[in-house]
């Protein structure tokens, strides 16, 4: 699966983007990463294409997460933005069904980064 992802960029603190990422093909689960330097890659949320979602605690109630099951596209709305979240944002995608936990998901996939920088 390829996957192309867009919508990266400098925001001020408290400002808003949205990441959209395409896949080359249907799948069943799709995702964000970020890694921020120096420090670990980290799951930032997580849509399956019946419609389940997980969020990492520290974005809950601030990004959404959805998905275009008939353009294979999953978006990612970052409102509220803060300093912590800048980070290198990496679309994921998983082909096959899932019934677990999505916090838990294997990725097969991944697209290029995109850089999200939140500094005023």
């Known amino acids: 699966v390829q996957l192309q992802a867009s919508g990266g960029g400098l925001v001020q603190p408290g400002g808003s983007l949205r990441l959209s990422c395409a896949a080359s093909e249907s799948i069943n689960v799709m995702g964000w990463h970020r890694q921020a330097p120096g420090k670990q890659r980290e799951l930032v949320a997580v849509i399956s294409s019946g419609g389940r979602t997980f969020y990492r605690d520290s974005v809950k109630g601030r990004f959404t997460i959805s998905l275009d099951n008939a353009k294979n596209t999953v978006y990612l709305q970052m409102n509220n933005l803060k300093p912590e979240d800048t980070a290198v944002y990496y679309c994921?995608?998983?082909?096959?069904?899932?019934?677990?936990?999505?916090?838990?998901?294997?990725?097969?996939?991944w697209g290029q980064g995109t850089q999200v920088t939140v500094s005023s």
């Open positions: 994921v995608a998983r082909k096959r069904y899932y019934s677990g936990s999505l916090d838990t998901v294997v990725f097969g996939s």
